[in-house]
């Protein structure tokens, strides 16, 4: 994500970080929704335990809007995802508790069904100039489509749900996935029609960005399994699973960083060397900020500031306890 806004380029071409990362990021964020409502998605979970999750989730998709209007505003020439990333959590809410079957059902229907819904809309011209613009952008046509991704993060969801901790579901994430991404690059690589560039919103680009996305978590739960001792890999893995820990505060900062810079640049346009050593000084800095939170045993400043308000809404929206009743 860093090199995509900050690392020169020779021209207006495609670089291998462009688009994947934020389709890596939605994945991992229909993942992570199943690991913080695994409780409440057990059968024998309480109603008020599934209601309290839909309003955390609804907590943290009004914090994220909010944080991604805000950070529109600066010149940072960065298409900032955070606000989009809100209302697909909304969208996901009905997901939030599916069962597997339907949820590999509504995800894959979607994977076809969203990018030719959102040709035929652009196609016919919609919304046009009409107050309902900012609607289809956030839905359907926009930087970060959140119609089209919504089956990227059902699909988390349901790996999540399948058991991370299994080998099978494991070698499907890394299996399929690779699969995934070859079926997807390969047709737009041998089809004159398909298209599978950064952000087209295709059919192909979805399947194939997000089974790499797959496929590298796949590959990561392998690698950092603690049941497979290798302390050297985690060692060497420490900077990724620390700045990992401290992703959205590492966003937002970067996000400011570069538009204090966007004077010689903004993003996507710093020349070399800036644009090298901006991308190397941020990546540097967020490993540092993330590990120093690890060795504190603290979560990031906003990370912190979203899981609080979330669950102290969450809870205030409880019904009461029944008062206990004494002998």
């Known amino acids: 994500m860093i090199a995509a806004h900050a690392w020169p380029r020779q021209d207006d071409g495609e670089l291998l970080v462009d688009g994947r990362p934020s389709v890596l990021f939605v994945v991992v964020a229909g993942v992570a929704l199943g690991l913080v409502t695994a409780r409440a998605a057990q059968p024998s979970a309480p109603v008020d335990a599934r209601r309290e999750q839909r309003i955390r989730l609804l907590v943290r998709a009004a914090i994220l809007l909010v944080i991604g209007l805000l950070l529109w505003m600066l010149p940072s020439g960065i298409a900032i995802i955070l606000d989009y990333y809100g209302v697909l959590f909304v969208l996901a809410l009905p997901l939030l508790f599916a069962a597997r079957w339907l949820l590999a059902i509504v995800s894959l229907a979607l994977l076809v069904a969203a990018p030719l819904a959102r040709d035929a809309l652009v196609a016919a011209g919609v919304p046009g100039e009409s107050p309902l613009e900012p609607v289809v952008d956030y839905l359907f046509t926009g930087y970060y489509p ?5 089956p990227l993060v059902g699909l988390g969801l349901l790996a999540t749900r399948s058991g991370l901790d299994r080998a099978r579901t494991r070698a499907m994430l890394v299996g399929g996935g690779a699969t995934a991404a070859l079926g997807g690059y390969g047709a737009a690589a041998l089809l004159p029609s398909v298209s599978a560039e950064a952000h087209s919103g295709t059919t192909a680009e979805l399947v194939g960005s997000g089974g790499l996305a797959f496929a590298i978590i796949g590959l990561l739960l392998v690698v950092l399994d603690p049941g497979t001792p290798s302390p050297w890999r985690r060692v060497a893995l420490a900077p990724l699973t620390a700045i990992g820990r401290v992703a959205l505060t590492v966003y937002v900062g970067q996000v400011v960083v570069i538009a204090a810079f966007a004077a010689l640049g903004p993003a996507g346009r710093f020349t070399s060397p800036v644009g090298e050593t901006l991308t190397v000084v941020l990546v540097v800095a967020g490993i540092l900020f ?11 400043p906003l ?22 009743v004494r002998d």
């Open 146 to 150: 959140a119609v089209l991704w919504l």
């Open 303 to 324: 990370e912190a500031l979203l899981s609080s308000a979330a669950a102290a809404v969450g809870r205030a929206a409880l019904p009461p306890a029944p008062p206990t």
């Open 290 to 300: 993330g590990l120093a939170c690890s060795a504190l045993g603290r979560r990031g």
